[in-house]
């Protein structure tokens, strides 16, 4: 059975990225990654994808006059590479309704928090801010509203008196590299499928759950 052609789209270092391209090296794997396209020419992710012999390139935002261009000159870019899933890593762009529409149910997202929990930025210091005593991650499908996707997959993680931002952070970073694996394999393999709003997991509704 063929693997699904994976493109990875990031900003930044890329830590998720890696974890991905190490669990393509599993025999077991559903996916492999073809490319990966950053939107800022500093991006260490870059670096990692070629070390990993993967093709990379950038694709520079600041080089477009509005957001219109860039989703257009993105987009034109991904259908030339055809992949399967589109996957963000780090991708810290908020495209818009079109481009969103063209690619739907075959975007992924994930994001440091328990959705609805605290969408978009800041989230570890609003946990804390909240009294909350646990936190976590999702991975969700890619919508026009900003983390707003039906949900794929989350891992929680306690807080504990005491926790920074940074602390808080760190350890929901650990969950990411356990959780979005797992999920990009259930979506690469037809587990995981999005139905009219919603994640189907084998047939029924609901997505992974892990414990951090």
């Known amino acids: 059975m063929s693997k699904a052609r994976v493109l990875v789209l990031i900003s930044g270092g890329g830590s998720n990225l890696q974890t991905l391209i190490d669990a393509s090296h599993s025999d ?21 994808a070629e070390q990993a012999g993967i093709a990379a390139r950038c694709l520079d935002h600041k080089g477009f006059k509005d957001r219109s261009l860039f989703d257009a000159a993105l987009a034109q870019m991904i259908d030339e ?24 149910g075959r975007m992924i997202n994930i994001h440091p928090s328990l959705l609805p929990n605290f969408p978009g930025l800041h989230t570890h210091a609003r946990a804390l801010e ?15 509203g900003v983390d707003e996707g039906a949900i794929i997959g ?24 356990r959780l979005y694996p797992a999920c990009v394999q259930a979506v690469a393999s037809g587990r995981a499928k999005l139905v009219e709003g919603r994640t189907m997991l084998d047939g029924k509704p609901g997505g992974l759950a892990l414990l951090g």
């Open 28 to 48: 077991d794997c559903a996916y492999e990654i073809v490319h990966v396209i950053s939107n800022r020419p500093d991006a260490y992710g870059l670096t990692r």
């Open 130 to 144: 909240a009294g909350l005593t646990i936190h976590g991650c999702s991975v969700h499908w890619v919508t026009a």
């Open 154 to 177: 989350q891992a929680a993680v306690p807080i504990v008196p005491g926790d920074t931002p940074d602390d808080l952070a760190a350890r929901v970073l650990v969950q990411e590299h």
């Open 81 to 104: 590479i055809s992949p399967d899933l589109i996957v963000y890593a780090g991708f810290m762009r908020i495209m818009g309704a079109d481009f969103v529409s063209r690619y739907e």
